[in-house]
């Protein structure tokens, strides 16, 4: 099922391979215990507090700064150590597609609006392709530090997977 939602022209590829078969990925993605596990950036933690993954469902998550140095970041920038996230998940087709919109409205200066990730995974026997598609961020900057911070996500994705199938 999907809403209204469609990829914008100027989208971004990230597309990594990984050593596991789809279902775990899909798990990892799909799942509280899953997306706690590497759903954060380097320095924060992820805890779920609602999930219902369908069109119109949500996750909400708390974000954490862990690590002194993000916690000292967040202290010195007049920031609190923890933030309440939400998304709004727009497909669910399990095991095989995933999207949703994440509000943007922590821009100083910038009117809020809804930002859409798509997520396709391609099973190739115990090898499974994700490839993340992401719409750009209202300028060129904030673009390119969110390409990055979705590249550690997939990096963090990987590093799950290295736990779960060792």
């Known amino acids: 099922m999907t809403t209204e939602y469609t990829t914008g022209t100027n989208a971004a590829r990230l597309e990594r391979t990984y050593d596991a078969p789809a279902e775990l990925v899909w798990e990892l993605l799909t799942t509280a215990a899953g997306l706690e ?6 320095g924060f933690e992820s805890r779920v507090s609602e999930l219902e ?3 119109g469902g949500q996750v909400r998550f708390t974000m954490t700064a862990t690590a002194p140095e993000q916690v000292a970041y967040m202290r010195d920038a007049g920031m609190p150590l923890s933030s309440e996230l939400h998304k709004t998940f727009t497909e669910v087709a399990a095991p095989t597609r995933l999207a949703y919109v994440s509000p943007i409205d922590f821009v100083p200066d910038h009117e809020p609006y809804e930002h859409l990730t798509t997520i396709d995974i391609e099973p190739a026997g115990d090898r499974t392709t994700l490839v993340m598609t992401l719409d ?11 390409r990055a911070h979705r590249g550690d996500e997939l990096d963090n994705l990987e590093a799950a997977i290295r736990r779960r199938t060792m």
């Open 37 to 42: 596990e590497w759903w954060a950036p380097k």
């Open 53 to 55: 993954v369908r069109p």
């Open 136 to 146: 750009p961020l209202h300028d060129d900057t904030w673009t390119q530090q969110h």
